[in-house]
């Protein structure tokens, strides 16, 4: 299956090869705008919360606060047409088309990188790393540090197809990534991955095919089994967890019995999620809440698309059109619900100790949903290569701090470098 039928998409070769790389531009047919906007003027509304604050939900004149706008000023031509001036591509893995952007650095010796989103999140998550990462010298970095990227969509999301029938799962879709890069001739490269991506790169080192010299996350999977026992049993914190393993404790205890909602829907119940297909609103309430009370990492995208702080947390780099390009995507794609099977599919724990053995990078981001100490990341990720608690960012720290975020990755990966 290929992209959305909103879509006009130029592919050139349309009886190529199932192998060939198909050149791929966007250009949504102004009737499916038409009727987004229509829609999305013409949402009934339920009555307004029972409550004060932001406990039952995404309140009632926040979200028609951004409908106002998206439905009358918001312009999708700007996201198209900034994401036609890349070079984005299709080609077939595994029986499905993949949708992929590729960014050669100007540098010869630059090291090939695949960097994967997460949900609710797509390639416009890293359109802000492009050009500190391929063009290093213009940024602050050195020819040295320069990467050749590729950035794909994850089956189901975006412009890459909508599996039709099961199993696209992590492992599936980390091997697929291994294809993509071989077939763009990249006989060496590193994979960098966050939130559902840190699943895919965590499944790409623990797979660890020969030509994968290492994997950097900002999501890393670091809870001891026993911990992950206790955790869910509801247990108080061990007594002989250190300062920092009793923090991140506190805060996983906190996540999965409060924020985690509509992630234990989306692994059981996805094809229930029809209202996301038919109602704009909808889909971005949906895509907004996250299910944790405007913490992190809800706040910073409400307080982008409010244009206000949010329970003391600030936008941090996002715009409000930032977080509306992303939502508009998930619309004019019809991608809410496919993209929610990948969490049926995922048969692996985003949280529990990874067991990776080849070289790996962390960084962990103070907004992130828990704070991954070192002492639990280093016997998680056996060849840890660099460690690093980054003064600022979230939970989508390419997105929202794209400056610190690519001087991570530069220096997560320099001693693979001086090593090949």
Request: hydrophobic share 40%; net charge neutral.
């Amino acid at each position: 299956m290929g992209a959305s039928s909103v879509l006009n998409v130029a592919a050139p070769h349309p009886m190529a090869a199932s192998e060939a790389i198909r050149p791929f531009r966007i250009h949504v047919a102004e009737k499916a705008l038409v009727d987004m906007r229509r829609r999305i003027n013409e949402t009934r509304w339920p009555d307004r919360e029972a409550v004060a604050d932001e406990s039952q939900g995404v309140q009632l004149a926040a979200i028609q606060q951004i409908a106002r706008y998206w439905g009358t000023e918001y312009d999708w031509r700007k996201i198209e047409a900034r994401l036609n001036a890349l070079p984005q591509f299709i080609t077939e893995i595994d029986g499905l088309d993949i949708h992929f952007i590729h960014i050669r650095s100007k540098h010869s010796n630059a090291l090939p990188l695949i960097v994967t989103h997460g949900w609710p999140g797509s390639v416009i998550e890293q359109l802000k790393i492009i050009d500190p990462l391929t063009n290093p010298t213009a940024h602050g970095g050195t020819a040295a540090d320069a990467f050749h990227l590729v950035i794909p969509s994850i089956p189901g999301y975006g412009f890459s197809a909508r599996p039709t029938t099961g199993g696209w799962e992590t492992g599936r879709t980390a091997r697929a990534w291994v294809v993509l890069m071989k077939r763009l001739g990249y006989t060496r490269f590193a994979a960098q991955g966050g939130d559902l991506g840190g699943g895919v790169v965590t499944a790409m080192g623990k797979q660890a095919p020969p030509e994968l010299l290492g994997i950097h996350t900002n999501f890393p999977a670091t809870v001891p089994l026993d911990i992950a026992k206790a955790l869910q049993a509801g247990h108080p914190p061990p007594a002989d967890l250190a300062a920092d393993e009793k923090r991140a404790y506190e805060q996983l205890t906190i996540l999965f019995a409060k924020k985690r909602a509509y992630a234990a829907l989306m692994a059981t119940r996805p094809q229930t999620l029809y209202g996301l297909a038919d109602s704009p609103v909808g889909l971005a309430s949906w895509l907004l809440d996250h299910g944790d009370g405007y913490g992190q990492p809800a706040a910073a995208i409400m307080s982008a698309v409010l244009g206000r702080t949010i329970n003391g947390h600030p936008a941090d780099g996002l715009t409000r059109d930032d977080v509306l390009d992303d939502i508009t995507l998930y619309w004019l794609t019809n991608t809410a619900v496919s993209s929610a099977r990948f969490y049926w599919e995922n048969k692996l724990n985003l949280y529990n100790f990874a067991d990776v053995s080849v070289p790996a990078a962390v960084s962990v981001f103070p907004g992130e949903n828990y704070p991954a100490p070192r002492s639990w990341t280093e016997r998680a990720y056996h060849k840890l290569i660099y460690f690093n608690e980054v003064m600022k960012g979230g939970h989508y720290a390419a997105w929202e701090q794209p400056q610190l975020f690519s001087a991570e990755l530069r220096a997560a990966f320099r001693s693979l470098r001086q090593a090949t």
